[in-house]
């Protein structure tokens, strides 16, 4: 099982320290030109450039200045707003209700406009509190604020310039670096495991490894089509990428289907000769994959040769436990066309790498069907209403917001923008995801606040102060993906010794003191915002999120039916296989988030976590499914197995929205296990759950809602 060491060990693994290092300079330089000039208020251009880096989307060039510039455009309009207001609390309350609810708005566009969206908000805030008495100071600020943006997006652009195509390819080893742990997680728990031990054993390994790498593999994917078509000579990288991402898809299905027929034959193949064969082939499949992963944009003809030698070293085990090893434990053969399939992708991936007189195809690829300017102005219009999830949260935001700087102004809370600024970033669209984050931010910053009191007392003068804020910048933009907290602590001792740049006459430890203050404070009232102001009704999203993923998985299971038995016109099973994984992983996450919410009594969840757990059986078994050869099409076998397909979908679907599900048990016909051994072990597998699933569901729909 995975620990928290290895976890973070994997995290610091996939940081991308460069990136990190020019992120932090661009961050700093403005900082050390505010002490060598005297101008305070360079402070503010490097709080801009500072977001202008956080959200940087990476991808295109053309893409990533647009964004930054969009941020420094829009939030240099909004702080002009705020500083011009500050003092006119009538006149700045709409307009933080407004300007913070657009903000929140944006997270309908996606991850990256999330976050642009945020950091609008959060400068509307901070604008507001800004010490101006005339309109011009407001707009040396604006136009110090502005210049902090461009100045990241030159930097950017002119000196550090990243490959368009450097996103994408990290993207896809990354999915390898994940395979690698997938199987070396399967070698460690089945070579650790007592001969008694559950599917509980095996479900706490593999469900978190499976989320992670499809989320791994959607995020690829979504990084390949942001850049396929910027570069028409460069066409031929596409390709290769999505022929490696494919090739990672696969393998991760031969995986799952390792993985559950490791689950169901793990007491009998343990404490034999021919388990330690098979925990070997994992560990020698997992260095294959780190190889793959170092070596997916590199034409090395050393790495070539160590990527050769452990292919080799991978096939030299497959012979091993197809020798001796299946010899004394014959079945274990039900395990070979899984390995056989890993090996086979490996090799064309290796072809693919370094043999480039044998280019993979293009694959076909998606087409936005109108601009994207077009599309994202169709997508806010169409969740301007009060039925969308996303407008109710932009309109908690806009409240929580304008809650916050109304008592900032009324009781001149000092630095009563950290207060507004912590419930920007924390309040989430659900509950227990803003329970969480106002815990780790508040932790966080407490931490960061007295670890900058204490660099205050060694740094003796402004100069070494500002110098301080590059290592800090380097750890705020690398722990962003490790941990919330780890990157708060970062962050608040990097905006305290901003901070005191921009306002000397102000001990740092009385600037840590207020920033912890504010934090706490900001925190408990986006706690109230967020159980006050539209609580999500996480009980009936649960529902309706396995109601979903039911669904999904009906679907998928009649299809894999249907291939088996020879049918050309069945859909498309791996689609409708993704389907139904992404669907699980939203119910997952669903559920995930009641269990985390502090305020909900009803803790029987016990349902729905059977419930994904079958479902998530059932994908493992139909990967299993996947590889086995279908029936000849026109036979007694095929018929009665296209009739079980329907038999298992009925019992998965939910009630209402297919046929009543048929009262008999789903016996396995004999016609399709004298036919095909090798499809009855699978299928079985399929009805057990089918028939787990049937006895289940009622019970999720009857439940009452959580009070």
């Not at 994202?376 to 935001?397: G, I, K, P």
């Not at 659900?430 to 205050?456: D, K």
Request: a positive charge; charged letters at 15%.
């Amino acid at each position: 099982m995975t620990n928290p060491i290895s976890r973070w060990r994997a995290s610091l693994r996939n940081v991308l320290w460069l990136d990190a290092l020019q992120a932090a300079a661009i961050s700093a330089a403005p900082v050390i030109l505010a002490v060598l000039a005297h101008e305070p208020r360079l402070g503010w251009t490097a709080i801009a450039a500072f977001w202008a880096c956080f959200g940087d989307p990476g991808g295109p060039l053309r893409q990533r200045a647009g964004a930054m510039l969009a941020l420094g455009l829009i939030g240099a309009l909004f702080g002009f707003l705020a500083s011009a207001s500050a003092s006119h609390l009538w006149l700045l309350l709409p307009l933080t209700f407004v300007c913070c609810t657009f903000g929140g708005l944006l997270r309908v566009l996606g991850p990256a406009a999330a976050i642009v969206g945020t950091l609008l908000s959060a400068g509307f805030v901070v604008a507001a509190e800004l010490p101006t008495a005339t309109l011009a100071e407001s707009l040396s600020y604006t136009l110090f604020f502005l210049a902090g943006a461009v100045w990241a997006i030159l930097m950017t652009a002119l000196v550090w310039r990243r490959r368009p195509w450097k996103d994408a390819t990290l993207a896809v080893a990354h999915c390898y670096r994940g395979l690698a742990d997938f199987a070396a997680a399967l070698a460690h728990l089945y070579s650790g495991l007592a001969p008694a031990a559950g599917p509980q054993d095996w479900t706490a390994v593999t469900r978190p490894q499976r989320s992670a790498q499809r989320a791994a593999l959607e995020a690829a994917r979504v990084r390949i089509r942001e850049v396929q078509d910027t570069r028409p000579s460069r066409q031929s990288r596409s390709h290769q990428l999505l022929y490696l991402l494919d090739s990672a898809e696969d393998s991760f299905i031969a995986l799952v289907a390792a993985a559950d027929l490791l689950e169901s034959n793990a007491p009998r193949w343990l404490g034999r000769s021919a388990g330690a064969h098979l925990s070997h082939a994992l560990h020698r499949y997992a260095a294959v994959c780190n190889a793959i992963a170092s070596t997916s944009d590199v034409n090395d003809a050393r790495q070539a040769e160590c990527l050769r030698e452990r292919l080799a070293h991978y096939t030299a085990g497959l012979h091993e436990l197809r020798g001796s090893a299946l010899a004394h434990a014959p079945d274990l053969a039900s395990m070979a066309p899984v390995l056989d399939r890993l090996q086979q992708t490996a090799q064309a991936v290796a072809q693919s790498i370094f043999d480039h007189g044998h280019a993979p195809a293009a694959p076909a690829r998606e087409r936005l069907a109108e601009h994207p300017a077009r599309n994202a102005w169709r997508t806010l219009r169409q969740n301007l209403r009060f039925e969308s999830d996303a407008f109710r949260h932009a309109l908690r935001v806009g409240i929580g917001a304008t809650i916050a700087v109304a008592l900032s102004k009324t009781f001149a809370v000092n630095h009563g923008y950290w207060m507004s600024l912590t419930l920007v970033f924390i309040l989430q669209p659900y509950f227990a995801t803003t329970w969480q984050r106002t815990v780790e931010r508040v932790l966080g910053s407490v931490a960061g606040a007295i670890g900058a009191s204490l660099l205050g007392l060694l740094l003796s003068t402004p100069l070494s102060v500002a110098l301080a804020v590059l290592p800090i910048a380097l750890g705020t933009f690398a722990a962003r993906t490790i941990h919330y907290a780890l990157f708060t602590f970062f962050l608040t001792s990097q905006f305290v010794l901003v901070t005191h740049i921009q306002q000397p006459e102000i001990y740092e430890p009385t600037l840590a003191a207020l920033r912890a203050f504010n934090s706490v404070l900001g925190g408990i009232l986006a706690l109230l915002v967020g159980f006050l102001v539209w609580p999500e009704k996480e009980p009936r999203q649960l529902a309706g999120a396995l109601a979903r993923a039911l669904e999904r998985h009906a679907a998928y299971a009649q299809a894999l039916a249907r291939r088996k038995a020879g049918d050309s016109g069945a859909p498309d099973v791996v689609g409708l296989r993704r389907e139904a994984c992404l669907s699980a992983d939203n119910a997952q996450a669903s559920l995930q988030r009641l269990q985390q919410n502090p305020v909900h009594r009803d803790r029987n969840v016990d349902t729905a976590v059977n419930l994904l757990n079958a479902m998530r059986r059932i994908t493992a078994a139909g990967t299993v499914l996947e590889i086995q050869p279908p029936l000849p099409a026109d036979t007694p076998a095929a018929a009665a197995l296209r009739g079980y397909g329907q038999a298992l979908a009925s019992a998965l679907h939910p009630q209402g929205q297919a046929p009543e599900p048929d009262a008999r048990p789903l016996a396995l016909p004999a016609s399709i296990s004298r036919a095909s051994p090798d499809l009855a072990g699978p299928l079985d597998r399929i009805a057990q759950q089918a028939r787990q699933i049937r006895q289940l569901r009622e019970r999720v729909e009857r439940a009452p809602p959580a009070q």
